[in-house]
């Protein structure tokens, strides 16, 4: 069965740094594409950065961008987001999300982890 | 960036009835392969969202065939006949046209009456 497991999430200081990882099972990791989404009650559903299938072409949302990073270990089927410098409107559920692009091919984004919460305050 | 505006914001179906919501974009959505990168979650309640139709009415695999999706250009409508319990959470549109960023419809909220 296809599986997401994010970890990582945490009560963090303003100004502190997370790491979160995103465990893949089920599926042949190193073929997809890979997203990272957030969730809150004020902004909804908000798309974070994305990640190509070898990691070489890597995309983010204005406001993360020089905060966070994203990264993949296919060896290791696990996706990640470094996340420098929290401010309290990073506060969110973070998913992670498997995007079913292949072949110049878009079938949607199939695959959502469970979420993880990360918390950004004093 | 693209946006997209969904309507209603709410609302109450009574079971067996039929729902539809509607997604507005600010762009077209047509891709230059003909097809128009619009998706439609679900979120049920507690839940993760889930992928219910993609490229505007192609179903998920396992969604039931209640759902369907419709529409071109800026306007697109996700359909749902014989609403089930199961069926309430929040429904959200989604483009993949210009990225980035991707970007969503602010959610529908669907409610048993």
């Known amino acids: 069965e296809v599986h997401l497991v994010e970890s990582g999430g945490g009560l963090v200081q303003p100004g502190g740094s997370l790491r979160l990882s995103c465990a893949a099972s089920?599926?042949?990791?190193?073929?997809?594409?890979m997203q990272w989404v957030r969730q809150t009650p004020r902004k909804g559903l908000v798309w974070v950065a994305r990640?190509?299938?070898?990691?070489?072409?890597?995309h983010y949302v204005d406001s993360v961008k020089g905060r966070f990073t994203i990264s993949r270990d296919n060896a290791k089927s696990t996706l990640y987001l470094q996340m420098n410098s929290l401010r309290p409107d990073d506060t969110a559920i973070y998913y992670c999300?498997?995007?079913?692009?292949?072949?110049?091919?878009?079938?949607?984004?199939?695959?959502w982890g469970q979420g993880t919460t990360v918390t950004v305050s004093s | 960036d693209i946006v997209l505006t969904q309507s209603p914001l709410s609302l109450a179906v009574t079971p067996g009835e039929s729902a539809s919501i509607s997604c507005m974009s600010s762009q077209s959505l047509l891709h230059s392969t003909g097809n128009h990168y619009l998706d439609w979650y679900l979120q049920r309640p507690g839940q993760s969202p889930q992928l219910l139709i993609y490229?505007?009415?192609n179903r998920a695999s396992g969604v039931p065939d209640r759902f369907s999706g419709s529409g071109s250009g800026t306007d697109f409508t996700l359909t749902i006949s014989r609403v089930e319990a199961e069926d309430v959470g929040v429904y959200y549109c989604?483009?993949?046209?210009?990225?980035?960023?991707?970007?969503f419809g602010q959610g529908t909220k669907l409610e048993i009456k």
């Open positions: 990640v190509n299938t070898d990691g070489t072409y890597i």
């Open positions: 999300v498997r995007d079913s692009y292949m072949d110049s091919k878009f079938y949607g984004w199939d695959v």
């Open positions: 989604m483009q993949a046209l210009q990225t980035p960023p991707y970007t």
């Open positions: 490229l505007v009415s």
């Open positions: 089920g599926f042949t990791f190193s073929r997809y594409w």
